[in-house]
């Protein structure tokens, strides 16, 4: 091998070289440029991101806290309305057991008063002794007990002419005027139950009406008017009043079991009240 071809092998060997490091830091620097691209891209949407994160916290932040101050505006509201509502239902409750300590002796007065002008229907009755009584005292009995005037008249009539006879009408139209006053009384019994029912528990107003009821069957049983008062027919009397007995004894034990029940009531409201 000469010298020449020797120095031309380097030559070409160089040139090689060359280009394969000229290709080689062309590669490089591309790839080199993309990293770098590739890297501030990576920070700047991480920055970017990060921002928006910051950014989206805030607004939920100002989103929730806006929430909360409407929850608690409309919890307040109805924290208010409830409280108006149990104060109302305290003093209706207040309201209502008040009238029911007022009400109920009421009714049981209303009972015993309107029973007690059936029963004087009946039984020993105080007569008027013509002797101890004189024109005037006659005169002051009717006026007392709203004789009509012809009453009056017709009693005077016969004061003058027959004592007795004068007495045994006084006593005839007293019977009628008294029926009539127990019937009155029942009926301000019957409606006091009405008008104030609104206060009286089932069981209360379940157990007046029997015993109203009963009352009013013994009161028409008591009629002066009833043929059967003359007759002479001692068993059908006897029956009669024993029937009557019955009845009082089954009002008796009513009105006891109805003074237990409204006292029991009372009792409950108290308690209930404290």
């Known amino acids: 091998m000469t010298t020449s071809t020797v120095w031309t092998a380097i030559v070409l060997l160089l040139g090689a070289l060359s280009l394969i ?13 993309r990293v770098v691209v590739a890297f501030e891209s990576a920070e700047e949407l991480a920055r970017l991101t990060e921002k928006g994160k910051n950014i989206a916290t805030k607004g939920d932040i100002q989103e929730i806290t806006r929430l909360q101050e409407e929850t608690k505006a409309v919890f307040q509201a109805k924290m208010e309305l409830q409280k108006a509502e149990l104060g109302r239902i305290s003093k209706e409750f207040e309201l209502y057991a008040a009238k029911k300590h007022e009400y109920y002796p009421e009714l049981y007065k209303h009972i015993q008063l309107c029973y007690g002008k059936v029963r004087s229907l009946r039984g020993l009755q105080k007569g ?22 012809k009453q009056k008249e017709t009693v005077l009539s016969d004061w003058d002419a027959d004592k007795n006879l004068a007495i045994q009408r006084i006593e005839f139209i007293l019977q009628r005027i008294n029926y009539n006053e127990a019937q009155e009384s029942h009926k301000e019994a019957h409606n006091f139950c009405l008008l104030h029912e609104l206060y009286f528990s089932d069981k209360i107003s379940s157990s007046v009406s029997d015993i109203l009821l009963k009352i009013y069957t013994l009161w028409t049983r008591y009629n002066p008017n009833q043929e059967h008062w003359d007759t002479k027919n001692d068993k059908y009397i006897t029956k009669f009043l024993e029937e009557n007995e019955i009845l009082i004894k089954s009002i008796d034990k009513r009105i006891g079991e109805l003074l237990n029940d409204l006292r029991d009531e009372l009792k409950v409201e108290v308690k209930k009240y404290e």
Request: charged content about 35%; proline content about 3%; hydrophobic content about 35%.
């Open 128 to 149: 008027i002794d013509p002797y101890a009584n004189n024109k005037k005292d006659i005169e002051k009995l009717m006026l007392d007990r709203d004789f009509t005037e």
């Open 21 to 33: 490091a000229k290709s080689f830091l062309t590669s490089f620097s591309r790839e080199a440029g």
